[in-house]
């Protein structure tokens, strides 16, 4: 049975680790704070004051158990992305708060590379590390959060939200994959900064609507040359992370670009973000065209096997990510809509669904949680769709029925 809610209002100064916030209630500055969640170490307090945030209403119902500290380790000094870090096994809700924040936090990561560059200032390798290293928590953590929060794009954002889920699911795949963690900091490190290079591409290339001529597409391939230059400059940054940003689009059969490398050629981190990249970029919403389902992409990944993609690293990554990834949107056999909100390992296709929309009368139904795989639920899943079909604000019904 769930616990009543213990509202109170407490000073920035009185939160602890461990407390959850419902919602901010006074703060200074202009920066909107809307999300709610679990303040798990004091880096995440610290950020909420460095965001001005004075007051905050906190459910102390739902505090989480603090795990004991030797006193002698309270004495060393700790950097943000080391402070209080856990890989104990969490669910889903308790994680969703942690992956939201450090998502926001990665976005604005990309907002500030992105200015620095065209400012001609120097990249800090340090902010990127501490943000694959906190993907990787908390992926280790339960890897549902983060992949459920990537599905949620906001329009008109995809430059700075491509580099963030690509981060996450090369953080994701290379779990599965068994990498020890300096490997795979160093894939979702280089996953965050491969297309960088971007922001050296002209707006009026980058968001046409229409078919590119020549010459802008020629222009276009180069991001992947500037991105390499601009890694290059970055010291301490490892060879592995500046290789998958080198060659994301490269493939298989050589018909990749900067330049055109056939299989011995390609590392197997060089395969891993090509599928990763190319899974992100078709089913993101873009200016020139409409984005697609996750299955639908992983469909036009296996058919474009072994000519472009490794299949073998492409059947790892499907394993790792799920037939129906969290996040997506599904259509039920009762002409119902839900969002995925677990995988079901022993049967994917038969993952636990939050109902929500009903089909046929177009209308916002009661939320509520079905498990497919239970014997005594008699559905199925149709297929993936497209919120837009159904005229669905999915970031609106993620803030208010799944943040919650």
Not at 38 to 48: H, K
Not at 95 to 100: I, R
Not at 233 to 252: C, F, T
Not at 364 to 369: A, C, G, H, K, L
């Amino acid at each position: 049975m769930t616990a009543p809610a213990q509202l109170k209002v407490l000073s920035i100064a009185e939160l602890q680790p461990g407390m959850y916030v419902v919602s901010v209630h006074k703060q200074k500055g202009s920066v909107e704070i809307k999300t709610q969640g679990w303040a798990r170490t004091e880096a995440v307090i610290e950020q909420l004051k460095n965001k001005g945030v004075l007051e905050l209403v906190v459910d102390l119902s739902k505090t989480l158990e603090q795990p004991k500290v030797e006193a002698a380790a309270l004495s060393e000094p700790v950097s943000a992305a080391s402070s209080g870090r856990t890989r104990e096994k969490v669910s889903f809700e308790q994680e969703l708060g942690q992956a939201n924040i450090l998502y926001q936090q990665a976005k604005g990561l990309q907002k500030k590379a992105f200015a620095d560059i065209e400012a001609g200032r120097a990249l800090n390798l340090q902010p990127f590390q501490d943000c694959a290293t906190g993907f990787i928590d908390s992926v280790f953590r339960n890897q549902d959060a983060l992949l459920c929060i990537s599905r949620i794009r906001e329009k008109d954002a995809y430059l700075l939200e491509h580099s963030v889920n690509v981060s996450i699911l090369m953080t994701i795949f290379a779990k599965q994959m068994k990498f020890d963690e300096k490997l795979i900091q160093q894939l979702a490190t280089g996953a965050l900064l491969h297309d960088i290079g971007k922001i050296l591409v002209p707006d009026s290339i980058l968001n046409k609507p229409g078919k590119l001529t020549a010459e802008e597409f020629a222009e276009m391939r180069r991001h992947v040359v500037y991105s390499h230059e601009i890694l290059q400059q970055i010291p301490g940054l490892s060879p592995v992370s500046i290789d998958v940003a080198a060659v994301h689009h490269e493939r298989l059969d050589g018909k990749g670009y900067p330049h055109g490398l056939v299989e011995q050629q390609i590392s197997v981190y060089g395969r891993m973000i090509a599928i990763v990249d190319t899974y992100d970029a078709i089913t993101a919403q873009r200016c020139y065209k409409e984005g697609q389902t996750g299955i639908s992409a992983l469909k036009i990944l296996k058919r474009e096997s072994p000519q472009s993609f490794d299949p073998v690293l492409l059947a790892q990554f499907i394993k790792a990510i799920g037939i129906h990834p969290v996040g997506t949107l599904v259509k039920l056999s009762n002409e119902k809509l839900g969002i995925v909100l677990k995988a079901n390992e022993q049967d994917p296709l038969r993952p636990i669904v939050k109902v929500f929309y009903n089909c046929k009368f177009r209308r916002y139904i009661e939320v509520s949680v079905v498990d497919l795989a239970s014997n005594k639920v008699d559905l199925e899943i149709e297929g993936a769709v497209m919120p837009e079909d159904f005229g669905i604000d999915m970031i609106r019904f993620f803030r208010q029925s799944v943040l919650e």
